[in-house]
């Protein structure tokens, strides 16, 4: 073995370990002086020779007082050397501590601290043993350790120390406190003989992480309890230094540990706060898109989850839908009209299907809700609360075996009415309704209410304007003289708007007919009240046997003095004995005439103005319709679309009427299906005439 290797030894053997240079001895280089009884320098260390600045040849067996001590200090210098070696330098020892300015062999002069003590050998000869520092740099060493000691002491955040055996070494008091354990619980255990109770594995593997590359670990987040909070689940963040010598040599990891509870909580807090907020902008943007009811109400139920809830349902009171006022006492009636669930679950099975009508006894909690105009919140379920809950015993049985734990009702409240109520569980979501969650869904049930009143209205309103609008339009007008007659009317397939589309076969004299389709603009009740209006006065004025085109000048002045929007129209009169069809066009789209063995074709006939233009002059085309000929008038809505053209849609109507010969009503069927499409929005009119052969008087039909 090299004379300059360590040499190995259990540190509690004789002899100790070998330790690497760069510790503290180190660094604040102690240097040792020794003088014999007469003053003279014996041994000079090689820290002395950095300190004073002379060589061991220069010092050894000089006086120390002249080399070392300036003219002025050498009476008080070799007064303390006589109190050190006759043992009365300080009360009780023999020896002397102290600074003393010292002068350096460059001519400078040093304050140094100083430790003299009396050696004595075997011969009884007496020696001064003097330790020597450096003043600045043993205050600097003493101030950084009393700031070190300090700080570890009186820190809020918790410190503690690892040897290389991760085996605490120190802990700070406020360690003690995060933990719950003294300092001498925590000093020559590992972690996870100490901390039994936290995640000691994944610690101490961070520990030997660091210990190994040095790098540190920041801020790493630990969860659970200790036995001083043992009913409260803490968060901390924990972070793992090395500790190294001056020599590089480590030494163990430091630690520090951080209570963020109460950030983690915060954070938990603000990240909630912002998804409700984020719920809310939602829920403005997706709810209330169209007047349906039913659309509005599956937008609010598939809003809530599974957001809000693993399961939502939307059911309105039966009497706010029937125009009633509803009961605050008593049992309640619900129309089920909307039903959501972030996953499959039986609890889907235990709400009333869309389009059920259910009776809730009052002791139900969603009756309770609608009686009260109050959130009903059952934070935690119970197997006694599921009857309350359920609309059935098997309902009851469905929510316990998809695990129902947590159920919140809140009313839709509009415009001061109690309509119906939000209905919201949770079976997957760990998580029991909260305040905060009841608070959500009274904002979420706030705004859907009005779009689904909005919606109800609209419903009411639109039942109201197509029952006038079928009032106003004529039943199944009969065969008339030389004609068979097939009609159709259809509102707008997008929130069943009602139009102002009309037709009418109207009985003339000489078995003469005239045939009527009419379009007025707008929609609703108004449009609808128009339409009754201008098929009366066309009606009376059909009765003066008038030709077309003054029947529609007569229309346009009344309609110009009603004040009505503009209408499209297109009067017809047919005479089967003179097998021709006079027709005047006001402002309509072509028929269309189907004559045996040729192909369909668009009348060509003066367009002219829409009633209530004014002062506009109509004209009457003559058409020779025979037996076997067909005529095909219509409304806009039956060829215009949003997305095609016209002439390409009129071509698609000419299209269809290629097709080997129907009758009247299978062709009518026939255009409505392959002309009309999903969320049209205008109504559609539809009249077809085929002309016959008369029956001779007195025949039987």
């Not at 007064?79 to 003393?100: C, D, I, R, T, Y």
Request: hydrophobic content about 45%; aromatic content about 4%; charged content about 20%.
């Amino acid at each position: 073995m090299r004379a300059t290797e360590p040499v190995p030894a259990h540190p509690d053997q004789p002899g100790g370990t070998s330790s690497a240079s760069g510790g503290l001895l180190d660094l604040l280089s102690v240097a040792a002086v020794v003088l014999d009884a007469e003053g003279r320098i014996v041994l000079w260390s090689p820290q002395a020779e950095e300190l004073f600045g002379y060589s061991a040849d220069e010092a050894l067996g000089r006086y120390a007082g002249r080399l070392l001590v300036q003219e002025q200090h050498l009476k008080l210098v070799n007064g303390l050397f006589q109190q050190v070696m006759a043992g009365k330098a300080g009360e009780g020892a023999s020896g002397w501590a102290g600074v003393f300015p010292m002068r350096h062999r460059d001519g400078s002069t040093r304050l140094v601290e100083f430790r003299n003590m009396r050696l004595e050998d075997d011969r009884k000869d007496l020696y001064a043993l003097g330790l020597a520092t450096d003043q600045v740099t043993l205050r600097k060493v003493e101030r950084d350790l009393a700031l070190s000691t300090r700080l570890v002491s009186q820190s809020p955040i918790g410190l503690a120390v690892v040897d290389t055996d991760l085996r605490y070494v120190t802990v700070n008091p406020a360690l003690e406190r995060i933990n719950g354990l003294s300092a001498a619980e925590h000093v020559g255990r590992i972690v996870h003989e100490a901390l039994p109770f936290l995640d000691a594995e994944r610690i101490e593997a961070s520990m030997r992480e660091v210990l190994a590359n040095g790098v540190p670990i920041l801020d790493q987040e630990s969860v659970g309890r200790t036995p001083a909070a043992p009913d409260r689940e803490a968060v901390w963040s924990v972070s793992f230094y090395r500790l190294e010598a001056s020599n590089g040599k480590v030494l163990g990891v430091a630690t520090s540990v951080v209570d963020v509870t109460e950030r983690r909580r915060a954070t938990i807090e603000a990240a909630q706060a912002r998804q409700r907020l984020a719920l809310v902008a939602d829920a403005s943007i997706r709810i209330g898109t169209t007047l349906d009811l039913d659309v509005t109400a599956r937008e609010l139920a598939d809003v809530s989850v599974p957001q809000l809830a693993d399961v939502a349902a939307v059911d309105v009171l039966d009497s706010v839908l029937n125009g009633r006022s509803a009961a605050t006492s008593g049992p309640a009636v619900f129309r089920a009209l909307a039903v959501a669930s972030a996953y499959p679950s039986e609890a889907v099975r235990a709400a009333d299907p869309p389009g059920d009508v259910a009776q809730y006894e009052a002791d139900r909690l969603v009756t309770q809700c609608v009686n009260t105009a109050r959130p009903v919140r059952v934070a935690h379920v119970s197997d006694d609360d599921l009857p309350s809950i359920a609309r059935s015993p098997e309902a009851a049985a469905l929510l316990a075996t998809a695990g129902l734990h947590s159920y919140l009702a809140v009313p839709l409240i509009a415009r001061g009415k109690v309509l119906g109520a939000l209905d919201l569980k949770r079976t997957r979501n760990p998580e029991p309704f909260s305040a905060d969650d009841e608070v959500l869904a009274g904002e979420l049930a706030a705004r859907a209410a009005v779009c689904i009143d909005n919606a109800r209205w609209y419903r009411q309103a639109r039942n109201t304007a197509l029952t006038l609008q079928r009032s106003l339009l004529p039943q199944q007008p009969p065969d008339q003289p030389g004609l068979e007659i097939a009609s159709r009317y259809q509102p707008a397939q997008a929130a069943d708007e009602v139009g102002g589309d009309w037709f009418d076969v109207i009985p003339l004299t000489g078995d003469k007919s005239a045939l009527v389709v009419g379009d007025v603009m707008g929609s609703g009740i108004s449009a609808a009240a128009t339409m009754g209006q201008l098929r009366t006065a066309t009606r009376t004025l059909a009765e003066l046997d008038l030709d077309p085109a003054q029947v529609l000048h007569h229309l346009d002045r009344i309609t110009d003095r009603m004040g009505q929007p503009i209408t499209t129209c297109i009067y017809a009169v047919y005479d089967p004995h003179q097998a021709q069809c006079l027709i005047s066009n006001a402002g309509h789209l072509p028929p269309v005439l189907l004559r045996p063995g040729r192909p369909p074709e668009l009348l060509d006939l003066p367009t002219g103005a829409p009633l209530g233009v004014g002062e506009v002059t109509f004209h009457t085309t003559r058409l020779a319709l025979c037996p076997g000929d067909r005529l095909v008038l219509y409304t806009d809505g039956l060829v215009e679309t949003r997305d095609r053209a016209i002439d390409v849609r009129l071509d698609t109507l000419l299209s269809h009427l290629t097709d080997p010969p129907r009758s009247l009503e299978e062709t009518c069927d026939l255009l409505l299906h392959a002309l009309r499409q999903p969320g049209d929005h205008d109504d559609v009119a539809l009249l077809m005439a085929r002309a016959t052969v008369m029956a001779a008087p007195g025949a039987q039909s």
